[in-house]
Structures are given as C-alpha cells and as structure tokens.
C-alpha cells in the first residue's frame, strides 16, 4: 500500500512540476512578446511583483521566466532588481560580426549535407512566416529559419552558436519584421539562399548569407535610430557616433534623457 501511495504522491508531484513548467514558458513567452513590442520599454525596470499580477501567476513561476528571458538577453538582473534590457549596439554590432562568420562555414556544409526533405522543411517554415504574424510565432519562425539552416550543416556546435546569436538579435529584429513591406523582403531573400543550398553552390549561398546579414543589420541601425527619440537614451547601452543632442555632444551612455525621468519600476 505504501508503495502504491508514493508511486501516486509522484506521479503529482511531476504533474505539478510540468505544470508549473508550462506556466513558466507561458510566462516568459508573454513577457518576451511585451518587450518585443516595446510595451515594456528598453531600460524600464519591472519588478517580480509586478510581473505576477499582470500575467496572474506566482513568483516562483515569474522567476523561471525572468531566468530564461535574462539567459537570451531580453533582461538584466541589477542590485535593486530588473530592468528590460536596453538595446547595446555594440553588442549588436558583435554578435552580426560572429554570425557572419559562423553562418558563412554552416551554410557550406550544408550544401554538401543537406537532405531534399530537411529543405522542404524550411520552406514551409519560410511560408509561414508570412502569414502567421504574431510576436510569438515570428519568434518561432525567426529561430527555425536561421537555426534550421545552420542545422543542415550537421554540426551541432554550429547550430548552437547561431541559435545563441540569432536569439539575441531578434528584439531588434523585431523593429524591422513589424513592417511587412521588410517581411516580404526576408522572406524573398530567405527562400533564395534556401534554393542555393538545394542546388549546393556553397559559394552563392554562403555569399547569399553574407549580404542579408549585412543588410538587416543596416535595417536595424536605422529602425534603431528611427526610435531613439521614443526610447530615450535609456532606452539604449551605447551610443554610436552618429547620436549626438543639439550642437554636437553625444549623450553620454547610461545618462537618462529628460523623457526618461520619473519612471518607476513596474
């Protein structure tokens, strides 16, 4: 009987744990669709109290989602609590300037790896994106992509690295990918490169890679610039040359601008 008992004490006890599991991705996931839509805006503090009434869970579970949403770069623990991380652009400049060079080998694997039905794959994903438009499935749709592609390489480490990398672009991305005019470009541009790696001209395709990394991070800089004056200067880590206040002086990074004063934590 008491064997009986504890078989059923843990089968609840992992039917609560999976439970709290599937609160906490759903958590996160809202959390991160709110910061990808600047509803909570890049440097504004949140506080766990906060978090658990606007989405009705418990702290436990808004803790999970806070460490997973800190791991891919959406937050930032400080002494005092959190903050949505503000967009660092030299750190977006870093991370393209990796994935120009991690994705370029990748996708010449690839040419030579990949399967006709692992490509398929992808277009479907591809297709997708066009019509399934919402923060959460675009993220989803942003990592198969990028992910699958380098997946097709048949080097795990690889696809890891452009995970990680994509992972951290995607809130900047998001700017750009609001606007469905830049949609339908990604999309046109995606399916090219997907068609060179069917064909296995690794020298296009790892080209092809080349530029639309080097495009949409030109897209970003100027959806970045495009939004400074909403943000505020909290709103960003660093500031690059070209964001200078009336008569020339740049703002100095981590100063808050006028429109930034008087926030609270949420």
């Known amino acids: 009987m008491a064997y009986v008992t504890g078989q059923v004490s843990q089968r609840t006890n992992s039917g609560n744990a999976d439970a709290e599991r599937s609160l906490g991705h759903k958590a996160m996931a809202d959390i991160r669709s709110d910061i990808l839509t600047l509803t909570l805006a890049p440097g504004e503090p949140i506080t766990e109290r906060f978090l658990e009434a606007r989405h009705g869970v418990s702290r436990t579970v808004i803790r999970q989602a806070l460490t997973e949403l800190i791991r891919d770069g959406f937050v930032l623990k400080g002494e005092r609590g959190y903050i949505v991380a503000p967009f660092d652009l030299k750190q977006l400049e870093e991370i393209f300037e990796y994935r120009e060079i991690v994705e370029d080998?990748?996708?010449r694997l690839a040419c030579a790896r990949a399967t006709p039905e692992a490509i398929d794959a992808i277009r479907v994903s591809i297709d997708r994106g066009l019509t399934d438009f919402t923060p959460e499935a675009w993220f989803k749709v942003g990592l198969d992509v990028h992910v699958q592609l380098a997946?097709?390489?048949?080097n795990r480490f690889m696809r890891d690295a452009v995970q990680d990398a994509v992972n951290r672009t995607l809130r900047a991305r998001w700017l750009v990918a609001s606007s469905?005019?830049?949609r339908a470009v990604a999309h046109r541009e995606?399916?090219?490169?997907?068609e060179l790696v069917r064909e296995g001209r690794a020298e296009d395709a790892a080209n092809a890679v080349r530029a639309h990394a080097r495009d949409v991070r030109l897209q970003i800089i100027q959806a970045l610039e495009d939004a400074r004056r909403l943000l505020g200067a909290r709103g960003f880590a660093s500031m690059p040359k070209s964001a200078a206040q009336p008569g020339g002086n740049p703002t100095p990074s981590g100063q808050s601008s006028p429109d930034s004063a008087g926030w609270q934590p949420r």
């Open 180 to 182: 469905a005019e830049m």
């Open 190 to 194: 995606h399916s090219a490169i997907v």
């Open 151 to 154: 997946a097709l390489s048949g």
């Open 105 to 107: 080998a990748a996708i």
